[in-house]
């Protein structure tokens, strides 16, 4: 079985906790800017931060030796993982986070990020030998 060094893990790891801070920072924390909430730039920055998360988790297996299709069941397994975390997220604002809410479009928002970092991550980080 290989292994990948668990430094090249590390960018993911450290926008895990990025976006753990920044999505249950208190309500009043958040700045709102009117002309933005018109074009739902909120769920675009949900979406963005969950992409991120799938793209810098599997970084890692793109730089390695795995098969495409290792790779893609990585790919596949972390996207999941994504996707749960994001509703993992939205349960944390409603019971822990101040002046946050649970908010089912949000998580959405952090699946649609989900799904085209994985289609990203499938068509651009998979071996050309095919």
Sequence with gaps: MQKIPFKKFLPGIVFFF????????PGKDVPEIGWLDGIYFDK????????GLTVLFSWPFYKS???????????????????????????IQK???????????????????????????????MPTDR
Excluded: P, Q
């Design 18 to 25: 990025v976006v753990l801070v920044l999505t249950c920072m």
């Design 65 to 91: 030796n795995f098969s495409a299709r290792e790779r893609l069941h990585y790919f596949i397994k972390i996207a999941i993982a994504t996707s749960i975390w994001g509703l993992t997220i939205e349960f």
């Design 44 to 51: 675009w920055v949900h979406a963005g931060m969950f992409g």
């Design 95 to 125: 019971f822990y986070a101040v002046n946050r809410d649970f908010d089912i479009l949000d998580w959405a928002a952090d699946s649609f990020g989900v799904l085209l970092a994985f289609w990203f991550c499938k068509f651009f980080f």
